[in-house]
């Protein structure tokens, strides 16, 4: 059986959520024995450099860059139309040369399709012949639908367009998939509104427990760490009201606490927080996550819009850290892991409970960690379906077309 995964980053090392689903997806295809043929979008020189380190699970890596200041123009452009400023943004001239080479030299049984952005390229020539799988992971629609709601204006009048076009064309890719996927129940709910009839199962979301699992005694320090890619609109908000709403309140109490904003491209927003006060720290991207999580006391997830499932909590968790997280967040998390979590909602709240923990010893804190039962989220372990999975949508595929190839 072979493959064309297509993936809106390269998923060349998995130190953010979509880019580690996509890895561990690529990893549990190799080590069942399918061929892949990779195809992912770039988005700058140093993950285009990547491409080489992941030949060893593909048969082939093909890389397109996306070009952002002409997509951003033609963004503009896209804005009168129904076509989703997702489908431009995530856009490269060099991607439909390179499906017409794949389809030429080495065609697919089927297209596994990564998230509502590359869903598009399965259903156009030449591949909507092609059986597809598409992993939706969350909803797209209904996040920028939570955004046009609260949003200043204009970017609400642009969330909610990307809301409304985006849900059409999620709508018509699940109906024409042999089978999507997401992350947990509370997406395969959201999506089958837009597509009843759909076939949508839940492929859940994991963590590399063996990476993560602490080997030394836990820290001592009192950090709150609050993981995340620092100029993705969710987190920035989440970010600062943290720092503004929250934090004051704790270090009114606890003088020493220190905060850490951990993730990469932090925005001009997040960088301005440590500016204001010295005892939060902004890291940008660092080499390795662990350690930072390893020298923390509390893990923080002060979302306000949250789909899916918060990745970065379950990695806190598997590294020995309870976590603090939000209702919305708390709503899409696994029950192997309530066990390790508090859940607040005002900023009082919020803050009492990161006192409540930064005030217990190293050893009680790693002990409310533990409570969660980490190894049964293993990726090794969710994913494990994920081979079945494609081969049947060959099957599918063919028997619709009454013995396709």
């Known amino acids: 059986m072979r493959v064309l995964f297509l993936t809106h980053r390269l998923p060349y090392a998995p130190n953010r959520g979509d880019r580690a689903r996509a890895y561990y997806a690529l990893k549990t295809l190799a080590a069942a024995g399918v061929q892949v043929d990779l195809l992912s979008l770039v988005h700058d020189g140093e993950e285009r450099s990547r491409a080489s380190t992941l030949l060893s699970l593909a048969s082939n890596v093909i890389t397109a860059s996306v070009p952002r200041l002409a997509n951003l123009r033609r963004s503009v452009l896209a804005l009168p139309t129904n076509t989703p400023l997702t489908h431009v943004l995530l856009d490269s001239p060099d991607l439909k040369p390179a499906i017409a080479r794949l389809m030429l030299e080495r065609r697919p049984d089927v297209v596994l399709a990564y998230c509502s952005g590359m869903a598009r390229l399965a259903v156009a020539p030449p591949l909507q012949e092609t059986p597809f799988v598409l992993d939706m992971v969350d909803v797209d629609s209904a996040k920028w639908s939570t955004l046009g709601a609260t ?11 990307e809301a409304r076009c985006l849900a ?16 947990n129940e509370r997406e395969r709910v959201a999506l089958a509104r837009l597509a009843p009839q759909a076939r949508i199962e839940v492929l859940p979301a994991g963590i590399d427990i063996g990476a993560l699992r602490p080997l030394d005694p836990p820290s001592e320090e009192a950090r709150v760490v609050f993981c995340g890619v620092m100029n993705y609109e969710p987190n920035v908000d989440a970010a600062v009201w943290l720092a503004d ?6 270090r009114r109490a606890q003088p020493d606490a220190r905060l850490v904003l951990l993730g990469a491209n932090p925005s001009r927003r997040v ?9 939060v720290e902004v890291t940008g991207t660092v080499s390795d996550v662990r350690a930072q999580l390893w020298r923390s006391a509390v893990a ?44 607040a909602d005002t900023a009082s709240d919020f803050a009492a409970a990161l006192l409540g923990l930064l005030r217990q010893r190293g050893v009680e804190r790693r002990q409310r960690a533990e409570r969660a039962d980490v ?13 079945g999975i494609v081969e049947s949508a060959v099957c599918r595929g063919r028997h619709a077309v009454g013995g396709y190839r």
């Open 300 to 343: 923080a997830a002060p979302l306000r819009l949250a789909r899916g499932v918060q990745t970065k909590v379950l990695e806190a968790v598997a590294a020995g850290l309870p976590a603090v997280v939000t209702p919305v967040v708390a709503a899409g998390l696994p029950p192997a892991i309530g066990g390790a979590c508090l859940v």
């Open 151 to 161: 949003a200043p204006l204009p970017r609400r009048w642009v969330y909610r367009r």
């Open 168 to 183: 059409r064309f999620e709508a018509s890719a699940v109906d024409r998939a042999q089978v999507t996927l997401v992350i």
């Open 375 to 387: 190894d049964r989220l293993a990726w090794e372990r969710q994913f494990a379906p994920l081979p």
């Open 245 to 250: 709403a929250v934090w004051p309140l704790v």
């Open 271 to 279: 960088r301005a927080l440590a500016r204001r006060d010295p005892t």
